[in-house]
């Protein structure tokens, strides 16, 4: 009895995963055609990624493009920077906030990276499965989980998902994720949903939706081309959506 029982609960998840998933590539296809198609580009070396995301943390790009620019302008090498003083660093990224706390991670950071692999490299973990890199990531200072995401997703092109407030917000939107969701669960939960291919194409979308249409107190149903797949559209527009 109880393993009938599982055997039909087992086929309901994977249908409601089937179902997600096809969710999933309708909302991809609307979202592309609004803002475009998106192929991933390899960018700065993972170690320069690391150090630019911890100096993005609860800040705007506009200040800390310009501390990264300047942090690179200061030191010859990621070994200079790991063993100048947190002064200096700090002094070299003043412009993007909360210098003190942020160069005590980048400091902390390259120096465990030099402990554990002998050098400032990290492309090794291309070759880790996305959650043993992750986790790996996740073990130096000021590394949690977004920001180990954003490292694997972007400089190796691995199908690591950022949940960042856009993402989270508008997923929950769209039922993607519950409403009790946790930031950390919905990484997990929306990497199992979204293709491995498509992640990198569902983190940029999500982010130019949340951006432009989807915005945190008025979101714009009325002009979004995903209203009629939306479970939120009647909430927010008072009426079921209409065409
Ligand atoms: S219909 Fe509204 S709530 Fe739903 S995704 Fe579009 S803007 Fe966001």
Redo the contacts with the bound molecule.
């Keep these: 009895m109880s393993f009938i029982f599982s055997l039909i609960l087992g086929f309901i998840v994977v249908a409601c995963i089937m179902v997600a998933m096809a969710g999933i590539k309708r909302i991809l296809k609307l979202l592309s055609a609004e803002y475009g198609e998106l192929q991933w580009r390899p960018q700065r070396n993972p170690v320069a990624v690391l150090v630019q995301t911890i100096l993005s943390q609860n800040t705007s790009d506009k200040n800390s493009r310009p501390a990264f620019q300047h942090l690179l302008a200061s030191f010859p090498s990621w070994k200079e920077v790991a063993n100048v003083s947190v002064e200096e660093i700090c002094q070299a990224i003043r412009t993007g906030g909360l210098g003190k706390i942020k160069a005590g991670y980048i400091k902390g950071a390259l120096q465990e990276i030099q402990r554990r692999q002998g050098k400032f490299d990290l492309t090794f973990l291309k070759d880790l499965p996305v959650d043993q890199a992750r986790d790996w990531l996740m073990q130096l200072p000021g590394v949690g989980m977004k920001t180990a995401s954003v490292v694997l997703l972007f400089s190796l092109g691995m199908p690591a998902l950022p949940v960042d407030t856009h993402v989270f917000r ?1 997923s929950k ?2 039922g993607l994720i519950d409403s009790k969701t946790t930031v950390t669960k919905a990484h997990h939960i929306l990497e199992s949903l979204v293709p491995a291919a498509n992640v990198y194409q569902f983190h940029i979308l999500l982010i130019e ?1 949340g951006r432009r ?2 915005k945190a107190q008025r ?3 009325i002009e ?1 081309v ?2 009629s797949l ?1 479970p ?2 009647e909430k ?1 527009v008072g009426q079921p959506w209409a065409g």
């Design positions: 508008v939107r769209l939706h249409t989807c979101p714009r149903c979004c995903l209203g939306c939120s559209y927010f």
